[in-house]
């Protein structure tokens, strides 16, 4: 009865936070593998020409036979401009996601486009800051008829019962909003076995206005601070230490982390990565993957560890990550913003 009872809550309180707007945004616990979505700034910060990325992540499918959150998103960025005697570079792109809530009762669609600078500091290819602008419009979607309030609950079953009335009177289900995100980032390539990178941005600068019901809500706006390092400790063995952390409105998130990366085929440049990452409060997390000449697909599953593990038994989100990166024909001889080499 207890796990019973936590699943309503669950579900309950994803619904509810769409009824007042006060939802936090999507998470990936492989946010390295979702540039655009981790900083505007990172868009075009590649050593390739053109860079696609794709990203699905589902969670509690295990509480109520379907997802909680189900979010699939893609990515597609290019790196412009870089010469030899021009080191700064300038990155487009696009992204795409589809969030679905307690099982699909409230869809976001994003739609983003990004533009961001890489400026050489020192003319060599050693030290970057980019500054990146990201503009897009949210759609977000509810199925009013398909969410449920305390007053619904049923005393005899212990459930909700959607045929009781709630009370509550619900405006359109479907409302559009602009979007705007700032992001800058530092990047430092001191020898070829070391790169670091720190960043910071705010989302939803716009202070958009949106709401189901008669009384309007702010979206509050999302800070973010990220940094990452590579540190190649032998020919064969990288190590590459992570930390995110997020604040938006009354949430946080503090998530950190270390990646083992393992070359296993050196004239390929194919390496295994295994690791793991902890959310402060919240979850474990595995993650797996492979890294091939220009492809990196990664696995992770995020192990629940907070009080909702009761209901979830301890079950919590899998999510699947890949970055294609595509380059010239002809490579310049020096690497034009050599930002996600690992080997």
């Known amino acids: 009865m207890k796990r019973k009872i936590l699943t309503i809550i669950i579900l309950s309180l994803t619904v509810m936070c769409a009824h007042q707007l006060q939802a936090q945004d999507v998470h990936f616990s492989q946010f390295y593998q979702a540039p655009q979505q981790l900083n505007p700034g990172l868009t075009g910060h590649m050593l390739g020409k053109y860079r696609f990325n794709a990203n699905y992540r589902r969670q509690w499918a295990q509480i109520s036979g379907r997802p909680v959150y189900e979010t699939p998103a893609i990515g597609f960025d290019m790196n412009l401009l870089g010469k030899s005697d021009h080191p700064n570079t300038l990155g487009l792109g696009i992204i795409l996601m589809n969030d679905q809530s307690s099982g699909g009762i409230l869809q976001t669609f994003n739609l983003a486009l990004s533009i961001a600078y890489h400026l050489d500091l020192t003319a060599n290819s050693k030290n970057y800051l980019s500054f990146g602008i990201q503009g897009g419009i949210i759609n977000k979607r509810l199925r009013s008829n398909e969410v449920g309030f305390a007053s619904q609950f049923n005393q005899t079953t212990h ?56 009384e309007l809500s702010t979206v509050p706006i999302r800070f973010v601070g990220h940094a990452d390092a590579r540190f190649k400790v032998s020919e064969k063995l990288g190590i590459e230490p992570k930390i995110l952390y997020q604040n938006q409105a009354n949430a946080s998130e503090l998530v950190g982390g270390l990646l083992l990366d393992i070359l296993v085929a050196p004239k390929s440049k194919a390496s295994l990565y295994l690791g793991g990452e902890y959310r402060y409060g919240d979850a474990a997390i595995a993650i797996v993957g492979i890294r091939l000449y220009d492809l990196d697909i990664g696995v992770s599953y995020d192990f629940n560890v907070s009080e909702l593990k009761t209901a979830s038994a301890g079950n919590g989100a899998l999510e699947f ?23």
């Open 159 to 214: 459930e909700i019962d959607l045929t009781m009335s709630s009370g509550e009177m619900f405006g359109s289900n479907s409302i559009y909003q602009p979007d705007l995100r700032f992001g800058i980032v530092y990047s430092a390539f001191p020898n070829r076995r070391t790169r670091f990178k720190i960043g910071g941005g705010a989302y939803h600068l716009s202070q958009a206005k949106e709401t189901f019901v008669q």
């Open 321 to 343: 990550s890949l970055v294609k990166m595509f380059r010239p024909a002809v490579e310049p001889v020096d690497p034009i913003l050599p930002a996600i080499r690992y080997n």
